[in-house]
């Protein structure tokens, strides 16, 4: 079986005896329970050793039945059973499973004098701390005016002077009437608090003054860093061009040396050649021609030995270029 609440009736005021709480039992068919069928019923209430039982009104048949709260009980939550009495003595319990929970809200009859006049007190300074908050913003709409209209300027600020010297005096029977009514209440507001708070506003713009200049720094950092790595992805490049060029320089090299080597052979061997043409009376007109290349060939040596040695100082100059 199941309770079901009619109509949010289960939270009340506490002490409020008067008002009703309705309820439907239903059947675990989830059908409304026929009421009437039992013997009596009774409502039981109660929390934590406290409990109020009453005998319910049956509104109909249909499972309604209704009570009200005239135990006295404080306020609080409850919970509620509903306790049916069938011809043999046996009982039946709503709801079978879960709870079924009234609410007693506290009403003004529970209230402590204590909190009452603390109450009164807190809202007697809320109200003329909210007067005083009124009038000074009057005063700063007016001062505000009179900076946009400067024709007017001499007549609204003696106007400001005099609701501040109303501030003022509006303060001052605030903090009488803090003294007066507030005996439970210590309230500091003093100059040192304001300057801490003053002092934190400075320095959290400050700080984000700081932040944005960092900020700025790091983005300027950021920019030379991507410049330099630009320019170190060129200086590599540029290096692996040079040690291209300088494998092609040596390898050049290798081979004007190779074929300055031959050469030199060669001529060593028209040396000889003429050597034995001298010798030989009969030859006379082999020997000149022999005599003219060998000067041809002494001639192609001398400009390949030049290109050498030029080529070894440019490949000098690219190892050990200068700064």
């Given amino acids: 079986m199941k309770i079901e609440v009619i109509d949010s009736t289960n939270i ?12 439907k039992i239903h059947d675990f ?13 009774e409502v039981k209430v109660g929390r934590e050793g406290t409990f109020y039982t009453t005998a319910p009104t049956i509104t109909d048949a249909e499972g309604d039945l209704s009570f009200d709260m005239s135990g006295d009980l404080p306020h609080g939550e409850y919970i509620v059973e509903v306790h049916l009495i069938e011809a043999s003595g046996k009982v039946r319990i709503a709801p079978s499973t879960g709870e079924t929970k009234i609410t007693l809200t506290k009403s003004l009859d529970e209230l402590d004098p204590a909190e009452e006049v603390e109450l009164i007190a807190v809202q007697e300074v809320l109200d003329t701390v909210q007067t005083t908050v009124t009038i000074a913003d009057e005063a700063v709409n007016i001062a505000t005016s009179s ?27 605030t903090a009488d009437s803090l003294t007066t009514h507030t005996s439970n209440t210590t309230v500091h507001i003093t100059a040192a608090a304001r300057t801490k708070w003053n002092n ?27 410049t330099l790595q630009t320019d170190l992805d060129t200086a590599e490049t540029n290096i692996s061009n040079l040690q291209t060029s300088m494998g092609t320089a040596e390898s050049n090299i290798a081979t004007l040396q190779t074929n300055l080597s031959a050469a030199q052979t060669n001529i060593i061997n028209l040396q000889t050649a003429v050597t034995n043409l001298t010798n030989d009376k009969a030859n006379a007109s082999d020997l000149s021609t022999l005599s003219d290349t ?11 030995q030049s ?17």
Avoid: C, H, Y
């Avoid at 026929?34 to 009596?40: A, G, K, V, W, Y």
């Avoid at 060998?294 to 390949?304: D, E, G, H, P, R």
């Avoid at 290109?307 to 700064?323: F, G, I, K, Q």
């Fill in 12 to 23: 009340l005021r506490s002490l409020d005896s008067a008002s009703d709480v309705r309820l």
């Fill in 29 to 41: 068919d989830n059908t409304p329970l026929d009421l009437t069928q039992f013997t009596s019923v």
């Fill in 147 to 173: 900076v946009a209209d400067s024709a007017n300027a001499l007549t609204t600020s003696l106007s400001a002077k005099n609701i501040s010297e109303n501030a003022e005096t509006i303060a001052n029977n």
């Fill in 200 to 226: 934190a506003s400075d320095q959290s713009v400050t700080n984000a003054t700081n932040i944005s200049t960092l900020q700025s720094e790091m983005d300027t950092a950021q920019s030379n860093i991507g």
């Fill in 294 to 304: 060998v000067a041809s060939i002494n001639s192609t040596l001398s400009t390949l």
């Fill in 307 to 323: 290109t050498v040695s030029d080529l070894e100082s440019r490949v000098a100059a690219l190892e050990n270029p200068t700064p």
